[in-house]
T-cell receptor
Framework: SQKIEQNSEALNIQEGKTATLTCNYT??????LQWYRQDPGRGPVFLLL?????KEKRKERLKVTFDTTLKQSLFHITASQPADSATYLC??????FGTGTRLKVLA | ETGVTQSPTHLIKTRGQQVTLRCSSQ?????VSWYQQALGQGPQFIFQ???????GRGNFPPRFSGLQFPNYSSELNVNALELDDSALYLC????????????FGSGTRLTVV
């Protein structure tokens, strides 16, 4: 069965710094991989989708990379703000989500 | 364009009872999937409906069942509730075949006592 690993410990960073979150997966490489943001008590919100033939994708302050050799995706938030504090989930396979990494941006 | 709406937002049930949760899909979406999310965990896939038929199921027992209606809204039914069924239940809609993310509702918080 597919196994997904995200940083299980919370990530605390200072405002203005770049946050980097990791998503590792096992087994076959997916055709695409998604990242979501989830705030406490709310449903996940879709952020970005990256396809297997795309090495990098950007959206405003967000950047996602996808390395099918390493079976890893990195999610970056540049110039982080306290409002970016949330749990970030990766979904490398259809229907299957990681446990998420909780990010806290300190003012 | 409306998003995904779930009802009720909170629910308390007794062990052994049955519950029905409801979901209205985002306009233009024809697929709905249901997830269970325990505290501190990622969403766990229950099943997906497309064209009113179940076309994918996760590792959940048959007492978890669902329906999709012609207007693409959906229900999740859980029979013989157990304490471990306490969780946030999320509905997500999407367009089958389109490679973009799911649109989630805010969820129903179910507590089984």
């Amino acid at each position: 069965s597919q196994k997904i690993e995200q940083n299980s410990e919370a990530l605390n960073i200072q405002e203005g710094k770049t946050a980097t979150l990791t998503c590792n997966y096992t087994n076959y490489s997916p055709a695409y991989l998604q990242w979501y943001r989830q705030d406490p008590g709310r449903g996940p919100v879709f952020l970005l989708l990256i396809r297997e033939n795309e090495k990098e994708k950007r959206k405003e302050r967000l950047k996602v990379t996808f390395d099918t050799t390493l079976k890893q995706s990195l999610f970056h938030i540049t110039a982080s703000q306290p409002a970016d504090s949330a749990t970030y989930l990766c979904a490398p396979y259809k229907y299957i989500f990681g446990t998420g990494t909780r990010l806290k941006v300190l003012a | 364009e409306t998003g995904v709406t779930q009802s009720p937002t909170h629910l308390i049930k007794t062990r052994g009872q049955q519950v029905t949760l409801r979901c209205s899909s985002q306009s233009g979406h024809n697929t709905v999937s249901w997830y269970q999310q325990a505290l501190g965990q990622g969403p766990q896939f229950i099943f997906q409906y497309y064209r009113e038929e179940e076309n994918g199921r996760g590792n959940f027992p048959p007492r978890f069942s669902g329906l999709q209606f012609p207007n693409y809204s959906s229900e999740l039914n859980v029979n013989a509730l157990e304490l471990d069924d306490s969780a946030l239940y999320l509905c997500a809609s999407s367009l089958e075949g389109a490679h973009y993310g799911y649109t989630f509702g805010s969820g129903t918080r179910l507590t089984v006592v």
